[in-house]
């Protein structure tokens, strides 16, 4: 490590084990501490003495509720290999007064770890990594309708919940017109990003919004420029 | 049942284990989650998600990156930096003012009667230190700021900021250091 190096490491060393860089500069200290490992005893000594201030806070109870709510959805997770299709496209038609899910969901063909982790690796770099969670991102499967043909797709929630859509296979859709990502809180769609038919297959598309559990994503056909409420019937759903 | 054993149960699918694990830490997590977002659903939103991230990553758990609560904790003020930095909320605006005004008493945070003993350590180093330095260490750790934001509205230095970070954090280092205690892990 040159002094030069070594000058700029010290300098955000401490406000990195608070947590108080900018992204900028926390990638800049982690490149640097990746080139130097030998000083990765001394930052991790530093990040436990600034973890500290975790207990410092007066100690308050949380709701009972909350426990409930947690146990709740902890429990339905468990059962994750049983999905309850019928409610969430009941609430789907509802949304969008279609017809189509009525005629039931092909299922859809999972896209190789390789293949999506070689498109993100572009997406990736663009998050933030949290170097304290080493999380797995989830990887949730479409489910895409009879009409989408071969169309598959999955969902990839990333730290932070910032996801991001591979497709493949998706229909031709005229000119003029987008594929466009929706977030259901609730029974509310709201616009979660747009993609092009004319990308390379498959194509991975980073959505504008974060997901929440329990939301519904859809994709759907739009004018260019997307919409602000769907005007089409969905043509691929998950569910967190 | 050590929390590893704990988490170990959780990651093969065990719910009363994570419900143990549950119970042993939300307290820790909701009081820091509390201080960070303050008020009562964010917090609870906060806690909610750490946890069925705990539930859902207890892989990726490490044994030898500390405790844990510490692991937990640490994903609580990950998260929480995010989403204040993710939102120009009138807390952070209300933060600004508060740390332009005189600071509060240390003392006066530190006359609950507390329970845990490492919690008394850590608030006993923390007393420790002078106002201008807990400040600093407070707005960076709870309330997700950045140095050089901290330094801007202080009306600060950057230096100075930086220089009172580290004066800080080597005061609390050296808190455990002389007195032959372990940094709680």
């Known amino acids: 490590m040159s002094d030069a190096e070594r000058g700029r490491f010290d300098e955000l060393l401490d406000a990195y084990a608070l947590g108080a860089l900018s992204d900028e500069e926390r990638r800049e200290f982690e490149k640097n501490l990746t080139e130097h490992p030998q000083r990765q005893a001394e930052v991790d000594d530093l990040v436990a003495v600034a973890g500290l201030m975790a207990l410092a806070p007066v100690e308050l109870e949380p709701s009972s509720g909350l426990r409930k709510r947690l146990m709740r959805t902890v429990r339905a997770s468990g059962a994750a290999s049983e999905p309850t299709r019928r409610p969430l496209f009941n609430r789907l038609r509802d949304l969008f007064g279609y017809q189509a899910l009525a005629a039931g969901a092909a299922a859809v063909a999972l896209i190789g770890l390789l293949s999506w982790n070689v498109l993100l690796q572009g997406e990736l770099q663009n998050f933030r990594s949290q170097p304290t969670v080493d999380a797995e991102p989830r990887v949730l499967e479409f489910q895409a309708v009879k009409s989408a043909g071969s169309a598959s797709g999955e969902l990839i929630v990333l730290e932070g919940q910032q996801g991001v859509l591979v497709a493949k296979d998706m229909p031709r859709i005229k000119e003029g017109q987008v594929w466009q990502i929706w977030i259901i809180e609730g029974n509310e769609p709201k616009p979660g990003g747009l993609f092009q038919p004319d990308q390379e297959d498959p194509v991975a598309a980073s959505m504008t919004r974060s997901p929440g559990e329990g939301d519904i994503v859809a994709i759907t056909v739009e004018p260019a420029g997307g919409s602000s409420a769907p005007t089409s019937d969905p043509i691929m759903t998950t569910q967190l | ?185």
């Open chain 2, 1 to 185: 049942m050590a929390d590893e054993e704990l988490i170990s149960l959780a990651q093969a699918g065990s719910a009363e284990a994570f419900a143990s694990l549950y119970d042993r830490h939300s307290r820790s997590a909701y009081s820091l989650a509390y201080r960070m977002m303050g008020e009562k659903q964010s917090a609870e939103d906060l806690v909610q998600e750490v946890f069925l991230k705990v539930w859902r990553n207890s892989a990726s758990y490490r044994t030898e990156r500390g405790s844990v609560r510490t692991w937990v904790l640490s994903i609580v003020h990950n998260r929480g930096v995010d989403q204040l930095r993710s939102t120009a909320s009138r807390r952070r605006t209300q933060d600004r003012v508060e740390a332009s005004a005189p600071t509060s008493q240390p003392s006066e945070a530190f006359t609950e009667t507390w329970r845990n003993n490492q919690r008394d350590q850590v608030r006993e180093a923390l007393k420790t230190l002078p106002a201008e330095q807990l400040k600093i260490l407070e707005l960076a750790y709870f309330s997700g700021y950045t140095h050089v934001e901290i330094a801007g509205f202080l009306d600060l230095p950057l230096g100075t900021v930086k220089g009172r970070m580290r004066l800080g954090l080597r005061k609390v280092k050296d808190y455990f250091d002389t007195r032959d205690m372990a940094v709680p892990g």
